[in-house]
């Protein structure tokens, strides 16, 4: 964010005696005055307030641009606009634990994020992945009743029979439901309640699986519908001293488009590109955890370079959107 500096001219020495007696009477006059005026109250602030853009349509949009949100005459908290400020910063909805618990591995794998091809090597991932060896303990993410636990031999879950290998589906809240896929074991029984971090099987690779991990996917509504996934690192609890980011690349009639980008610290440099068009279920086309920070965020779009800076808070979402022509 841009902020005004304010620059002092100097006057010339020959002229400097004149300016400094009419200064004196000016302060002397605004004391005298000052004697009779009220005491002054504080000018109230803006507060920066949760919006829920994740689901949002955008019927129509305007070119970003840097602003700063300031306070309304009426002192009314200001709702951050991603469409005006470079970007907003809300509470999320980080309603799951991560299935995996330290010490073992519970980052996502991040050459095979949601929504991506891994460089076209592979299908359009719908879920997540957390790298660790056979046997590592699966937790569940939240609360739930157990729907599903087995071998996927028929094609429910997926187009594919065999494909998640043995499989845990569990139900939560609010239409939404979690999905273990890969396991070497299976802890748990259809119509079983579960409550969130109690151990509910163990990583494997079993189905179509490269290499031991666990899959893991947040789906809503149908849990069915192999397309009804979300990005499971907007609704994953970030890690320590981690935040998450959801970027919208929208064209001035509010339609996603498709780009690379590079999202780059001090210190990290990121790749990323946005979601493939059959997992544009949310309202943002690209999202990812990162570490608390500040961050560049440059994409080149029909040969014109967007670049935008944010920042990623510890356990909060940073949500952007970049208007491209």
Request: hydrophobic residues 40%.
């Amino acid at each position: 964010m841009k902020t005004n500096k304010n620059f002092l001219c100097y006057p010339r020495a020959s002229r400097l005696k004149r300016i400094m007696k009419r200064i004196s009477g000016i302060l002397l006059f605004m004391f005298i005055l000052s004697a009779c005026a009220p005491a002054p109250t504080a000018i109230p602030t803006a507060t920066l307030v949760s919006t829920e853009t994740l689901t949002a349509t955008f019927a129509s949009a305007a070119t970003a641009h840097s602003s700063i949100v300031t306070s309304s005459p009426t002192a009314t908290p200001v709702a951050c606009d991603p469409l005006v400020a470079d970007f907003c910063i809300t509470d999320g909805h980080f309603i799951f634990a991560r299935p995996i618990l330290p010490p073992d591995n519970d980052s996502v794998e991040e050459t095979y994020r949601f929504a991506s091809t891994a460089e076209g090597t592979r299908e359009p991932h719908h879920g997540v992945e957390f790298i660790n060896g056979t046997g590592t303990p699966v937790h569940a993410a939240g609360d739930g009743q157990v729907i599903f636990a087995g071998p996927d031999e028929e094609a429910v879950y997926s187009p594919w029979p065999k494909f998640y290998g043995n499989v845990i589906v569990l139900r939560h809240a609010d239409g939404l439901f979690t999905l273990y896929a890969h396991l070497s074991k299976i802890e748990v029984v259809a119509g079983q309640t579960v409550n969130m971090g109690e151990k509910i099987g163990e990583v494997g690779l079993t189905g179509s699986a490269n290499g031991s991990h666990l899959h893991f996917e947040v789906r809503r509504g149908d849990v069915e519908d192999y397309f009804s996934s979300l990005n499971p690192e907007l609704w994953l609890a970030p890690r320590v001293d981690e935040g998450a980011l959801a970027i919208s690349v929208v064209n001035a009639q509010g339609k996603f488009q498709n780009a690379d980008f590079t999202i780059q610290s001090a210190d990290a440099t990121y790749f990323v590109k946005t979601y493939e068009d059959a997992l544009l279920v949310g309202g943002e086309n690209a999202a990812l955890g990162l570490k608390a920070g500040r961050y560049r965020i440059a994409l080149l779009f029909n040969g014109t370079i967007y670049e935008r800076w944010i920042e990623v808070q510890s356990g909060k979402l940073t949500q952007t959107i970049i208007v491209v022509h």
